[in-house]
């Protein structure tokens, strides 16, 4: 089965923004947002109905059927999966009610559909007690909290997802949290490190709440998982789409040259696959209150202590096997340290 990165975004979200707009000015709620990684079900499902015009049409069977009982309006709000009829912001068990998790009871838009017991939706793959960046959409930003509840090992997927086949405690909580970009674009995100938990394996849902304090709205969604060894990869989008470019490269750091206070870097990016890759991105955390001065060959962005690197115009392309790389300068606090890298198309 063919597999992508969540984070395989960029380029499409023009071509769908002025529609999405649209539809947005007359909505009972403005836009919030929704887990990119691990992808929700209605993230993923919009990323599976993008097409090169523009249109949204799901090629994952779950997500057709979804959209044939809940109809387009989804696709076009898939971060809108909120409820503001509790008395406090956050509500779960005893204010959405067992089979309607996935879709939060939504007041705004009908999301049934995503309530459906399939087990072909897409899938995110994971392994368990690793460490992952959970990354959640914020097409409108608000402050407030988030909970992530995993599903018990002895949970039926042939039956609707109750509470009580939800673990009462959530594996991972952050108030708040960084974020990159600007609200109402698909490469806006909260982002935090979350330990997934452990001795799980096969499939799973973690259900993601989003609780603002600033309101009583609450925002909903199910992500679904296998805790299979991986490391991100999705599979079930663009079932029918032409095969996608690379999505994996490896990046490997180096420290070239020290002084007190400061050093400088290089990073060299590889293409390790048997196709052409067409752009890449790698990200790090800059340890130790580490401060980048300068960057070079390439367009570095900063959002606290999350550092990104994109490919400049005249390196974007590495056919199979190739490698290029960049540099940069950088202030620390006691010495070097080299970080762990992630490195992916965009």
Known sequence: MRMRKTTQLAGVCLTVAAVVAALLVTSPASAHGAMMIAGSRTFLCWEDGITSTGQIIPQNPACQAAIAQSGPTPLFNWFAVGNRAGTTSGQTAGFIPDGKICSGNSNYFDFSGFDLVRNDWPKTHLTSGSTIQIRYNKWAAHPGSW??????????????????????????TVTDPASVGNPGSVDSYYFWNAGLPTGLTGYQIIVSVW????????????????????????????????????????ATYSI??????????????????????????????????????????GTLSQAGSLATMKNADWNKVLSAGASTNFGFTANFASSPIIPALTCQSP
């Open 256 to 297: 070239t040259n020290s002084w007190p206070g400061g050093f400088q870097a290089s990073v060299t990016v590889t293409n390790p696959t048997t196709a052409t890759m067409f752009g890449w991105r790698t990200n790090w955390t800059l340890p130790d209150g580490e401060t980048i001065n300068s960057a070079w060959n």
């Open 211 to 250: 609780a603002r304090s600033d309101s009583t709205e609450t925002f909903y969604g199910c992500s679904d998982v296998v805790f299979d060894g991986g490391n991100g990869q999705v599979t079930g989008i663009g079932i029918d789409a032409p095969p996608p470019t690379p999505t994996a490269c490896s």
């Open 147 to 172: 909970r992530l509840y995993m599903t018990k090992p002895t949970w039926d997927p042939t039956k609707p997802l109750t509470w009580a086949e939800i673990q009462s405690t959530p594996f991972s």
